[in-house]
């Protein structure tokens, strides 16, 4: 399959896509944007949220439950009103961190990892918030936190360490939300090609973005073979989301970060969203389960 260019956006580093009440949402991790396009008039909008953005995350009435730079805050989407989450909830994310890819789990409640900026080895986290949004540690000694979402019997927890060029499969515990048995679902070689973000569909299969491998595979989620493959024409693909009226519309998030001028020129659409039309559905995400605030 071939993905097509669906918005132009440039963005330096587009992540998380989420389609959320008939509409494709998205975050710019740098510029600290979450965007929204809504393809009914094909108009786009975003919302700055002050810091790096990593990712957003739908809630009740309007708020979205968003991981910023190193806290995590409320973004109310009518109003644009940002409510910064109390200090205390949230892990000492040290200073060259910052947190990355993030997801509900079946409970609604929010998942999400950190990012050794300066590529120290094996001193990052994935985190799971708790009733109250209290973040506590999931996962240790994680290079690079990315893609992660469960099967849709939620038996199965699938998990990306970028750095470590692993997906890895666990047995997850919904009652106590506890990760087990840990093992490698597929394994990638350090020739710059890096599993990144990903996105279930209903038969239990992921399909994982390949940063600077120019593709989205989909791969057995049982056995990692790979099943099918969607082309770009951007080396830097991010992360991707089942969309469209029937959830079978793949969107894909690309990035320009770290591209030279020559690799613009070859890739001028870098940044850009994609999109295609599978033979699949892909799985709705889960709100956020976590009480946001009243607006005034």
Known sequence: MQAQLYLDS??????GPVWHEGKLYWV?????????????????????????????????????????????????????????IAATIAPDVPANHRFNDGFCGPDGHPWVGSAALDGSRETAALYRADP????????????????????????????????????????YDAATHQLRNRRILREFPPDGSVPDGLSIDTAGHVWLAI??????LRLHGLTGEILDQ???????????CFGGPDHQTLFITTARAGLDEKAVREQPFAGGIFAVETRTRG????????????PD
Do not use: M
């Not at 799985?283 to 009243?294: A, E, H, N």
């Open 230 to 240: 969607i082309e770009l024409p951007v080396t830097q693909v991010t992360s991707c």
């Open 132 to 171: 109250t949004g209290a973040l506590h540690l999931a996962l240790a000694n994680i290079t690079l936190s990315n893609g992660l979402g469960w099967s849709p019997d939620h038996h199965r927890f699938y998990y990306v360490d970028s750095l470590a060029h692993q997906l890895a499969v666990f047995d």
């Open 211 to 216: 940063w600077g491998g120019a593709k989205v």
């Open 10 to 15: 440039q963005h330096d580093l587009a992540e």
């Open 283 to 294: 799985l709705p995400p889960t709100p956020c389960s976590i009480p946001p605030p009243r």
């Open 28 to 84: 710019n991790i740098t510029a600290g944007r979450l965007y929204r396009h809504d393809p009914t008039n094909d108009s786009t909008t975003h919302w700055d949220v002050g810091a790096t953005l990593g990712v957003a995350l739908p809630a009740a009435n309007g708020w979205w439950w968003n991981a910023r730079e190193r806290d995590c805050a409320w973004l109310h989407e009518p109003t644009g009103k940002i409510v910064p």
